[in-house]
């Protein structure tokens, strides 16, 4: 049975930038629904039961057809967000240091090129999705839950919830004021210590 992660901080400790009722919406609505409903799927598909969320979505393409999609939304969703609160802490923001910093200057000439680029392809998402920062430093998105390891790719340095449900409450339908903000809380260092994992 998969389980819902608990919050690495308090509801209201993203501040002024991700509000304590967008949390609470949305880790313990959104993610838990995500969470109750991958473990229908597994349920109903025995075989399936025993791997982890990881080997569920690298080996897609091994579930059966009855529950194939309902392993994509709600695995993904399971994944994505289990991550997406532990990419953002109420001491993130700023910039990256070290070796991933010197890293995303090589590649993109500035830190703050790369914060555009991610965030016009952030803005560019069509309805819902994600967009990720991967090993390789290139930066992808994904529509719905889908993710990285669903398309055969290593598993993403950094992501962002672009759907509505993550930033409605306060921003409304100016998704460009909430990626913005974003950037505020951005846990640099444990994004650093994925991109170590790769180099």
Avoid: C
Avoid at 57 to 76: E, F, Y
């Amino acid at each position: 049975m998969f389980t819902l992660p608990e919050l690495p901080y308090d509801y209201d400790g993203l501040g002024k930038y991700i509000s304590k009722d967008i949390m609470v919406l949305h880790h313990d609505k959104h993610h838990q629904t995500y969470v109750d409903k991958l473990n229908a799927a597994i349920d109903s598909a025995p075989e399936l039961k025993g791997r982890s969320v990881e080997e569920l979505l690298i080996g897609i393409n091994d579930a059966p057809d009855s529950v194939r999609q309902a392993v994509i939304n709600h695995g993904g969703g399971h994944y994505n967000h289990s991550l997406f609160w532990q990419w953002m802490s109420p001491n993130g923001g700023g910039e990256p240091t070290g070796e991933l910093a010197a890293a995303l200057v090589e590649k993109y000439g500035s830190y703050q090129e790369f914060v555009d680029q991610f965030t016009t392809k952030s803005l560019a998402v069509f309805g819902s999705g994600w967009t990720w920062l991967q090993p390789d430093l290139d930066i992808i998105t994904t529509a719905n839950q889908d993710n990285p390891l669903i398309q055969g790719l290593e598993a993403p340095l950094l992501g962002l919830d672009v759907w509505e449900h993550a930033y409605y409450l306060d921003y409304k339908n100016k998704r460009d004021d909430y990626v913005k903000s974003w950037w505020n809380v951005v846990n640099w260092d444990f994004v650093s210590e994925r991109f170590g994992i790769h180099n």
